[in-house]
């Protein structure tokens, strides 16, 4: 089974500065998606930004990008201008294209926005 | 649109009562729908999931059983529940694997 590991229980960013969110994780298969979920105290999921293997090219969500690396199977979270809407948990997610329906998500990064 | 409802927001059961809470989609046909729970300061962990009606895959042998009697239904239920039953419960659905979406949750408290 494909793992999703955040090495991250905690950030903190202070406004409008920069953070990055890592997740790395375990596959043997070459098509898959990957998905960044916020979760805020309304616990609500939200998608914030997915990236299909297959696209060379990182995707972008207005200050939300990701790092792509399928070769070192990392897929890490920059959040720009970090504004204190954005504190709130993040979970990196998997997903295969092949087999199985399901995302396996990591255990999750707090995210703190200072003022 | 599509949407996804799903209730009660919160349910607080005593050990040993019976569980059901149900997950229903709108604006949509024939989704993958999936529960997963989430334990305090954890994250989360898939229960069960279905691709048609009354097909039921389950991912980790526990007191919960699942069922789907619509296509746009589907419903978490336990006979006796027990404390480690508490937790976070979410639903959600999608019809292609680069969308999955989420229900509000139901916060279950098992006293």
């Known amino acids: 089974a494909q793992t999703v590991t955040q090495s991250q229980p905690e950030m903190s960013v202070q406004e409008a500065e920069t953070v990055t969110l890592s997740c790395t994780y375990d596959?043997?298969?070459?098509?898959?998606?990957l998905f960044w979920y916020k979760q805020p105290p309304s616990r609500q999921m939200i998608l914030v930004i997915r990236q299909e293997a297959y696209k060379q090219q990182n995707a972008t969500e207005n200050r939300f990008s990701v790092n792509f690396q399928k070769a070192a199977k990392s897929f890490s979270l920059k959040i720009s201008d970090s504004q204190l809407g954005d504190a709130a948990m993040y979970f990196c997610a998997y997903r295969s294209a092949n087999s199985g329906y399901a995302l396996n998500f990591g255990k999750g990064t707090s995210l703190l926005v200072t003022p | 649109s599509q949407t996804i409802h799903q209730w009660p927001a919160t349910l607080v059961q005593p050990v040993g009562s019976p569980l059901s809470l149900e997950c229903t989609v709108e604006?949509?046909?024939?989704?993958?729908l999936y529960w997963y729970r989430q334990a305090a300061g954890r994250g989360l962990q898939l229960l069960f999931y279905s691709v048609g009606i009354g097909q039921i895959s389950s991912e980790v042998p526990q007191n919960l059983s699942a069922s789907r009697p619509q296509d746009r239904q589907f419903i978490l239920s336990s006979k006796k529940l027990l404390l480690s039953d508490s937790g976070f419960y979410l639903c959600?659905?999608?019809?292609?694997?680069?969308?999955?979406?989420f229900g509000s949750g139901t916060q279950l408290s098992v006293l």
């Open positions: 959600a659905w999608s019809e292609a694997p680069r969308k999955l979406l």
């Open positions: 596959t043997s298969e070459s098509d898959y998606y």
């Open positions: 604006g949509t046909s024939n989704p993958n």
